[in-house]
């Protein structure tokens, strides 16, 4: 039986909305609004979803970098949400997070090697006088050579920007690392380096991952399993296989549609979505996707479809539809 490393449960992040002159709280922007889900130790789980889905709010309420509003977080058997912020903070040794652009999140005034040093000074994880030894074992860890260790963050490319991102996660030897669209911003020859890389640190370090993403070509190289989020909720969870294979949400299936296929002779139905994504500030009552589904009736309107699998998915393939049934065996078609 795999050990159950991260446990999320009922997950809220709400942030609030302050309006007139004395700046009351007047709403809330529902970012995530009840996400449950578990990770195990050493696989990879993506959160896949459009911008503004609540994808990268998720990763960060796990990491207490905004504080969440409700829920459990329930991390190596401890309760993250009851530690105080010096616990927290030494906690944060065995979770890291790999930023979508390195530059941002890496101090431009800082050499590589006060980088690395400055994180395993603040975990206290080795020893000064292995400091060096470590940065050089880093270094070519991520593969940088230990001669550009004294290089500024400005004289790298983005490809070894994110190499450096990655290896000063890695610098405090954690055991889970989120990955926040960690290759996003890279362009496709050096996010497949990357993500190599990614994999191979898996394997030697025994690492678990969130990866973060909006690119379902990545996520199918990189994850075991794939849950799929929309305004804040999650509509599908499942392994890698079946969900590619087999989705279930109309939301999943309208995702899979938009991936190109390299092959011009093999014509592919896409399915265009209506409407744009509606504001978490007030999202639609019933099942989130509505008011952009193509199967919607005034049942999805009034009712909130809870996660559930049927009777040809697997159990660990879940999604929240109240027709998937029908939509599955043609007994249901599209509106018009």
């Known amino acids: 039986m795999q050990k159950e490393l991260l446990k999320v449960n009922n997950l809220k992040q709400y942030f609030p909305i302050k309006g007139g002159m004395l700046g009351r709280t007047v709403n809330h922007v529902k970012a995530v609004d009840g996400v449950s889900f578990t990770i195990y130790e050493g696989e990879t789980v993506s959160i896949v979803g459009e911008s503004g889905c609540g994808k990268s709010t998720t990763g960060r309420a796990i990491l207490r970098l905004d504080e969440p509003t409700a829920g459990e977080i329930q991390f190596d058997g401890e309760d993250l949400l009851s530690l105080n912020k010096t616990q927290m903070r030494k906690k944060r040794k065995d979770l890291q997070i790999i930023f979508q652009d390195p530059y941002a999140s890496i101090n431009p005034r800082q050499t590589v090697r006060q980088v690395l040093e400055e994180a395993m000074d603040i975990q206290n994880v080795i020893p000064k006088a292995q400091r060096g030894e470590k940065v050089r074992e880093l270094m070519d860890t991520v593969g940088l050579g230990a001669h550009q260790a004294d290089r500024f963050p400005h004289e790298f490319s983005g490809g070894q920007r994110q190499r450096i991102g990655i290896a000063r996660a890695l610098s405090v030897n954690p055991k889970l690392i989120i990955c926040d669209e960690a290759v996003s911003a890279l362009d ?149």
């Open 188 to 336: 496709v020859s050096i996010q497949a380096q990357v993500i190599n890389l990614l994999k191979k640190l898996q394997r030697e370090f025994k690492l678990t991952y969130l990866f973060i993403s909006h690119d379902l070509g990545v996520v199918r190289h990189i994850s075991d399993r794939v849950i799929v989020m929309y305004l804040g909720k999650i509509v599908e969870i499942a392994d890698k296989k079946s969900l590619f294979e087999n989705p279930q949400h109309p939301y999943t299936k309208a995702l899979l549609s938009a991936i190109p296929i390299p092959d011009p002779e093999i014509k592919k139905e896409r399915i265009i979505l209506k409407g744009d994504v509606p504001s978490p500030i007030d999202p639609p009552t019933g099942c989130r996707f509505h008011t952009r589904c193509p199967f919607a009736t005034e049942k999805c309107k009034t009712d909130t479809p809870e996660l559930r699998s049927t009777d040809y998915m697997q159990d660990s393939h879940m999604a929240a539809c109240h027709y998937m049934e029908e939509i599955q065996s043609g007994e249901r078609q599209p509106n018009q």
